[in-house]
């Protein structure tokens, strides 16, 4: 699972990344194409390919909010930031394996386009 995945390839080294936090189970690390000042993505290190495949009780999107807090303080997001996930083609997921957006260093208008 996750062999030909790039956010996997970058979790295993085969792709390179800017990383700006890991511990044992996530990894976050800069956006190829910031769409902000600031662009993290957080990611499980486990495969998962979507908000919807994570097991009802299971607190992974809580754990990902809070790693996306400490690198937002990391990064000295005071002014404040948005966090992201989204889901499918309309919501428009583009890498299938799980990921948060840390979005700051600008005012993010809303609703977003
Ligand atoms: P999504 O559109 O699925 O919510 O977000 C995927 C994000 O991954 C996009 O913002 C895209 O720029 C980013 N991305 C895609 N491939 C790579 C990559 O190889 N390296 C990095 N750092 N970001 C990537
Ligand atoms: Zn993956």
């Known amino acids: 699972m996750g062999d030909h ?9 085969e792709v390179p990344s800017n990383k ?3 511990d044992e189970k996530f990894l976050a690390f800069t956006d190829i194409h910031p769409a902000a000042p600031t662009h993290v993505l ?5 495969h998962v390919e979507t908000v919807e495949d994570i097991p009802s009780g299971n ?25 992201v996930i ?6 428009g997921q583009t890498v299938y ?7 700051g260093g600008r005012f993010m ?3 977003p386009g």
């Open 5 to 13: 995945c790039v956010f996997c390839k970058i979790t295993r080294g």
């Open 42 to 46: 957080v990611i499980p290190k486990e």
């Open 59 to 83: 607190p992974m999107v809580s754990l990902l909010a809070e790693r996306a807090v400490r690198v937002a303080k990391q990064l000295n997001l005071r002014e404040g930031y948005r966090l």
């Open 97 to 103: 394996h799980l990921h948060l957006h840390l979005l």
């Open 20 to 22: 700006v936090y890991e």
């Open 109 to 111: 208008a809303w609703p």
């Open 86 to 91: 989204n889901h499918g083609d309309n919501g």
